[in-house]
């Protein structure tokens, strides 16, 4: 299977992609310094990424005359700044909104499927009729907005469209999924909450609806707190382990008196994340890429780090007010510390074998704008396999008409 990757950063997307099956025809990002990750994993020879066909630039300049039509999957995270909990929340008629970008792309390739990822913030009450607006531009491609049309008025006649049904009957059209999704629940472990707009071409007559949660935070507390069985693998004694936090006291004495089989697997957290990486301040650390000793950590009012049993809090990307005051991890004995590269990059799924160019500032970046890619291995995987249902219900009635 085919596909193309817009906006795609340091790889994280892109790479979970590829791992799903999908063979990339192009890889655009216009970011540099995301560039330049991904050339420096490429002249390592990294696997994956080493035979990504990479343009540096604006999505808007490519040519896409060199991509056929109708790939199986076309893949992106728009910038997500307009619609950020921490930026200006401007989203249309900000320059950096490219949805609508992403829109002309799909009208032109015509892509038999999509995925779109973005931040939390897109679903906003403040954002509503322009989440709405993306999702029916998304839905009718074609319906295009008219010279000197404002949003709000090419909003109306998307909406007469939806309802009279007439180009589902003969234009280029699709079925539309957004689904807002903790990756936690993924086996990612951070708690960070995005978007992601799934599409499928409505000729395919594809049914598809989100992969269903693989982990769950009573899993969790059930192995910490029932039976030890985490604290036990972890090699923590009984004098060493913390009490329960104040929040979960009711909810684990309700697991302890209920059933113990789950259909997830527990949350997972820094500590299983981080479990064989030594502190990046000993010389054992030295054997990790990316793996070196920030300072300056501090807690602030609303930052105060990410606890060592339980997901990390969101990767950020900027700073939000506070320098790096997402970022950070809270040791046994309360101290913080910045996460290294390497520890983000584990928390966002990258493999260890990856680098990151740049400084801390900017992999840090790189790393919370990422997409983890084990959550867009199981996306992607799950379209690649209604799309190969698609392709196998095609070949049997061309059979079947071949030998009527």
């Known amino acids: 299977m085919k596909s193309v990757e817009l906006f795609a950063g340091a790889g ?16 655009i990002e216009w970011d540099r310094w995301a560039c330049d990750t991904i050339r420096e994993n490429q002249k390592r020879g990294y696997p994956v990424v080493a035979d990504w066909p990479l343009w540096e630039g604006d999505v808007r300049e490519f040519d896409w005359s060199s ?11 728009p910038p997500c700044q307009p619609f950020s909990m921490g930026g200006k929340h401007k989203a249309y008629g900000d320059k950096r ?9 799909v009208r032109t390739l015509r892509p038999k499927s999509f995925i779109i990822e973005n931040v939390k913030g897109l679903t906003r009450s403040s954002f509503a009729n322009y989440y709405q607006y993306i999702l029916l531009q998304l839905e009718f491609p ?16 998307l909406q007469a469209e939806k309802t009279s049904g007439a180009l589902h009957v003969s234009g280029l059209t699709y079925n539309v999924v957004p689904t807002l999704v903790n990756a936690a629940d ?19 007559g594809v049914e598809w609806s989100f992969p269903r949660p693989t982990h769950g935070l009573d899993a969790l507390l059930h192995s910490q707190w029932v039976t030890g069985e985490y604290w036990d693998r972890h090699g923590v004694t009984k004098r060493r382990r913390p009490e329960v936090p104040g929040r979960f006291e009711a909810r684990v004495r309700k697991l302890a008196s209920g059933p113990t089989r789950f259909d997830e697997k527990p949350w997972r957290t820094v500590r299983d994340a981080l479990v064989d990486m030594p502190d990046p301040r000993r010389r054992e650390g030295r054997g990790f890429l990316n793996h070196v000793f920030q300072d300056g950590a501090k807690v602030y009012p609303g ?4 606890p060592l049993d339980l997901p990390a809090k969101t990767l950020k990307a900027g700073d939000h007010g506070v320098p790096g005051g997402e970022n950070m991890m809270v040791l046994e004995n309360g101290d913080v510390r910045y996460f290294s590269v390497r520890e983000s990059a584990r928390l966002q799924t990258f493999p260890d074998g990856y680098v990151f160019h740049g400084s801390w500032t900017e992999t840090m970046r790189q790393l919370g704008n990422a997409v983890p890619v084990a959550l867009g291995r199981q996306v992607a995987a799950s379209v690649a396999m209604r799309l190969a249902e ?15």
């Open 390 to 404: 698609s392709e196998l219900r095609m070949l049997a009635k061309l059979r079947m008409r071949r030998f009527a």
């Open 12 to 27: 994280g997307l892109a790479m979970g992609v590829s791992l799903a099956g999908f063979e990339s025809l192009a890889v």
């Open 303 to 306: 930052h105060t780090g990410s």
């Open 97 to 105: 909104d490219m949805f609508p970008s992403t829109v002309e792309v």
């Open 186 to 204: 993924y086996g990612v472990p951070q708690k960070r909450e995005r978007v992601f707009i799934v599409g499928f071409r409505s000729d395919l």
């Open 142 to 157: 074609e319906v295009t907005r008219r010279n000197r049309e404002n949003w709000l008025d090419h909003l109306k006649r």
């Open 67 to 77: 991509i056929p039509e109708g790939i199986d999957l076309l893949a992106g995270g």
